[in-house]
């Protein structure tokens, strides 16, 4: 199992940004991706996830009206797409799953917003 996480760049504030993360090994009809970040000196914390069968999605509050997730299960891929992006928006994203009774992580995609 492999989660490859890219996308992430510097942006400015307002600016729109989207990840990808690709999973090998699963299928993502049977498994749900989350998304996660961690800024500088902060712990990580989960921000998004699509979860398996209907597809059905959960935000937190920071982001939810400003971040999109889906997916494409014909690539394997869940996308985090990133609008009126903010400096406080600024951190490492992560994509994460549970398989085979183990959290899995990718490497991460380095995110900074700002002008």
């Known amino acids: 199992l492999e989660l490859v996480e890219s996308g992430g760049n510097l942006v400015q504030p307002g600016g729109s940004l989207t990840l990808s993360c690709v999973a090998s090994?699963?299928?993502?009809?049977?498994?749900?991706i989350g998304w996660f970040r961690q800024a500088p000196g902060k712990e990580r914390e989960g921000i998004s996830c699509?979860?398996?069968?209907?597809?059905?999605?959960y935000f937190t509050d920071d982001v939810k009206g400003r971040f999109t997730i889906s997916r494409d299960i014909g690539k394997n891929t869940v996308y985090l797409k990133m609008d009126n992006l903010k400096p406080g928006d600024t951190a490492v994203y992560y994509c994460?799953?549970?398989?085979?009774?183990?959290?899995?992580w990718g490497q991460g995609t380095q995110v900074t917003v700002s002008s």
């Open positions: 090994g699963l299928s993502l009809d049977y498994y749900a």
């Open positions: 699509i979860s398996t069968a209907n597809g059905s999605i």
């Open positions: 994460f799953t549970v398989w085979g009774g183990l959290g899995h």
